[in-house]
């Protein structure tokens, strides 16, 4: 945006000697940031970062930004025009100008002035449009234009003898059409709010005024459309158009309603001022929903602790009232009266009442204080620590590649997991139709992610840390506040030909996490599990307390629902609430063997439904020679009987001390077999 010094200068009288660099510099520090500043014609211009006023509707012209100069200076700013009242014909229109409007249209008047005479504007009109960037059409499209960057409320001009009286609002209907200012015709649809005569629509609202019903030079009759809006509504119709304007923009930042008498005043002033002829036939006015004044109570004590600095009764007043506000003191105690101009969004609490005393006293007039530094011991976060220590096993020891997902889930992936959408939290406003229930499983959206990446890789491993929502209530802080339950999940997936050798693979790192990560034991076990779980091929996570997870192969209907349709997929999920990191642990030491052990391989046949925890702890009972037992390989097929399977496992058999003889090393194998058969059954492959 551009501003005129001379310009601002009709409201406020600056110093002569001012500098501009010091005026823009107190301008950045206290108001709006200015980029640069030239100098045309006699005059400097100022070019405003428009971001920079995004908040405040109140500077979108150049009255607002010279009542900011005024209590900067703390000078008199100067009244911009008389009451609209004076102005105006006392008489009612002899038809009407306003018809139906719309609730989105908040406040609509119309304007009616005869014997208009069309031309072009005075030179200082032009001249002041010139340097602001804005070019000259005719007399009355300047003075909205003028009156607009005076303001900072749009107005319209219509060519009355082209409208069929009365101006209204309404919604578009999907299909219709219309040819706007700039020569471009538009399709229209819902939500876009537009100005319409008794035939036809004549402008966009908020944005831009029809073609055939704009001011011409034969214009003798003029209607001055000037209304208020709501903003998103504006904003929503500029980006679905495409078309954004000067109007528009400042629509958008929800100008106050009675911000149309100053404009409407203004307006009718320069005409008499020059054209002392035309007259203001009749004026209409129907106002929805007004801009009422914001009230805050607040105190010197409040402002004074967030400030760190003494605060005068008058300081405060004085510079709150400079830019509008009414102030009434109780003691200490502030009651403030916002200005509507300053209400619709910008000042609405105590806080920014402190911004506002901040800015005008000056912030290198606050006194530095340092911040204070305090060296404490750091608290360990257990919880942190088992998190960090799980991540390090999954993807240093075990390869994986962290994802992050929505907290929603899609419903297919949803139904592919066996998950009931219908039990699932609903989002308030879902980004999707078949995306409002938030997850209450990583599992679906674990299935998606697979679905997706199987499109460029055959093999992989995945997996996600984060919050699910399976339903429920938790007592909150307060006895009668109940929070949503929100425990939080790991769930991992591993993609390839071979599921069981990518079952072994999962079980492998879940028997690791609870030494790696120092948790609570958690021990693995055939059990049942959730309709994703292949019932052939899954396994029962338990914690101190009971079930925190589930190991699986994914069954073919949930691959088929998720759209995957190659490879095999293991999958597993854990409550990590339910795994609490322990507080310290029992350590034991095993010393360093300093003498060769021996391996002893062994392979029987097992019932299928064996597990291997308890083929281990029979291999181990053989005795304390025996340091550890080691899973080598699994076998079903030919010559194993159906409902066998052939399991390999070695013995690393030692002693301290010495080395262990041949007989020995056999004895003990022969021992480790005699136990796998007296408590499993077990039978060897040659029976």
Known sequence: MKLSLEWLRDYVDLPGDLPVATLMHDLTMTTVEVESAAAIDGDTVFEIDNKSLTNRPDLWGHYGIARELAAIYTLPLKPLVGPLSSLLPARPPTAPLVGAIDPECRRFTATAFSNVRPGESPAWLRARLARVGQSSINLWVDLTNYVMLDTGQPLHAYDAKTLALPLGTRMARTGERTRLLNGEEYELGDGILTIVDGRTIVGIAGVMGGHDSS????????????????????????????????????????????????????????????????????????????????????????????????????????????????????????????????????????????????????????????????????????RAQFERRLRDLLTLTGGMYEVVTYPWAKREFLDAAGGDASRAPKLHVAPAPDQDTVRPSLIPNLLEAVAQNLGFFDTFRIFELGRVFPGGATPGDHPEEQLPVQPRHLAGALAGPDA????????????????????????????????????????????????????????????????????????????????????????????????????????????????????????????????????????????????????????????????????????????????????????????
Request: aromatic share 6%; charged share 30%.
């Open 215 to 382: 001011v011409t030079a034969a214009t003798t009759e003029i209607v001055l459309e000037c209304a208020n809006f709501d903003p998103l509504t504006i904003r929503r119709a500029s980006r679905r158009l495409t078309l954004r304007t000067d109007a528009s923009s400042r629509f958008e930042k929800g100008i106050d309603t009675p911000r149309i008498d100053l404009a409407v005043a203004r307006f009718v002033s320069l005409v008499r001022e020059i054209q002392p002829d035309a007259a203001v036939d009749a004026v209409a006015d129907v106002c929805r929903a007004p801009t009422e004044p914001g009230r805050i109570t607040t105190s010197l004590d409040y402002l004074e602790s967030r400030l760190g600095a003494t605060l005068h009764e008058d300081e405060v007043t004085r510079g709150l009232e400079a830019l509008g506000f009414d102030v009434e003191m109780r003691g200490r105690e502030l009651d403030v009266t916002v200005p509507t101009w300053r209400a619709t969004g910008d000042v609405s609490g105590p806080h920014d009442l402190l911004e506002e005393i901040a800015r005008l006293k000056g912030y290198d007039n606050f006194a530095f204080v340092p911040a204070e530094v305090q060296l404490v011991k750091t608290t360990l976060d257990a």
């Open 500 to 687: 069981a050798a990518l079952f072994r693979e999962a079980q492998g790192l879940l028997e690791l996490l609870p030494r790696v990560t120092h948790g609570a034991p958690m021990t693995l076990q055939a059990a049942g599990g959730p309709p994703w779980a292949d019932a052939t091929a899954r396994i029962a996570l338990t914690g101190p307390d009971g079930p925190v997870g589930t190991l699986a192969v994914v069954t073919k209907r949930a691959r088929r629902r998720a759209g995957i349709k190659r490879g095999e997929l293991v999958m597993f999920e854990l409550d990590l609430d339910a795994l609490a990191p322990l507080p310290s642990r029992t350590n034991r030491f095993d010393p360093i063997a300093n003498y060769p052990q021996a391996d002893v391989d062994i392979s029987l046949l097992f019932d299928a439904a064996a597990p291997w925890q308890a083929i281990a702890a029979g291999a181990a009972s053989a005795g304390d020679e025996v340091r550890e037992v080691v899973f080598v390989d699994d076998y079903r097929g030919k010559g194993v009987p159906e409902g066998r399977k052939s399991i390999t496992l070695r013995l690393r058999i030692g002693v301290p001390g010495r080395t262990l003889r041949s007989e020995e090393i056999n004895a003990i194998g022969d021992r480790a077999r005699a136990a796998l058969r007296q408590r499993l059954g077990a039978e060897d492959r040659s029976a």
